[in-house]
């Protein structure tokens, strides 16, 4: 097998994957298609309540003062917030959908702009896209990209069944980020103690919670600004180990 392959298998897990759900999807009610992205939700919340988790890892609280990691939470969401913000890295999410629905979905019925966003933040979040990327880097296996696969490939079905084919344009995205992690495994093989893993981790689990409460039409949160707070979270675990 050749470096990058993983992530090539999850693109391709994820356009089949959308391309099935849309295919359902048109044969579903709208009350269906809302049970479905309920049921999304849901099963976000449980993945969200699973990561964050991490926060009480051996791992993170063996190697920092007692409440840092509560602290790097914040400090990585606070910071990574205002960052993206100032970037405004939801609207130029939001934009590139916007471009691709006028290209692909100029009749208007499938809520492109919303499918594209929220699977692009679901697919790249937590430590799989991460650890899997820089272990095929690496060339020490595969086996983490093909299982994030296989429950990419399941969820794109549920989530394009519901939002059209804007799932299937999330697999640019994951492609780009997948790609330049397994890039970094490659150059620099692993970079990561595993506390910071965990300190990612944790926050990667915020943010798909917010996921979780925009499927659930409970609180509708620019997600897209806090993306940068998964690359701070290992930077202000560091600190915090060296304080």
């Known amino acids: ?42 099963i976000t919340l449980i993945a969200a309540a699973g990561a964050i988790k991490a926060l009480w890892d051996t791992d993170l609280n063996s190697y920092l003062p007692d ?13 990574g917030g205002l960052l993206g913000s100032l970037l ?6 939001e934009v590139i959908g916007i471009k691709l629905k006028a290209r692909f979905d100029r009749d ?15 697919f790249v979040i937590g430590p799989l896209a991460i650890l899997g990327s820089i272990s095929d880097g690496m060339s020490t296996g595969i086996e983490q990209l093909t299982l994030k696969s296989i429950l990419d ?22 492609g780009i ?18 506390y910071q893993v965990s300190a990612m981790t944790a926050t990667g689990g915020v943010l798909l919670l917010g996921i979780a409460l925009k499927l659930l039409n409970i609180k ?19 600190i915090a180990r060296t304080i």
């Open 153 to 174: 490939f399941f969820t794109s079905i549920a989530f394009a069944a519901a939002l059209g084919w804007g799932v299937a344009l999330s697999a640019l995205p994951v």
């Open 88 to 93: 405004k890295i939801e609207d130029h999410l």
């Open 177 to 194: 980020y997948q790609f330049a992690w397994t890039g970094v495994g490659f150059a620099l093989g692993a970079i990561l103690e595993p």
């Open 220 to 238: 509708q949160i620019a997600i897209g600004n806090l993306l940068p707070a998964l690359a701070l979270a290992p930077l202000f675990a560091l």
């Open 1 to 42: 097998m050749f470096v990058g392959v993983g992530t090539l298998i999850n693109i391709v897990a994820i356009i089949a994957g959308a391309a099935l759900g849309v295919l359902l999807g048109n044969k579903m009610s709208e009350r269906t298609r809302n049970l479905v992205m309920d049921v999304l939700g849901a």
């Open 108 to 122: 208007g019925k499938s809520p492109f702009v919303e499918g594209f966003v929220s699977a692009s933040l679901l």
């Open 67 to 79: 409440g840092a990691p509560l602290l790097v939470l914040l400090a990585s969401l606070l910071v």
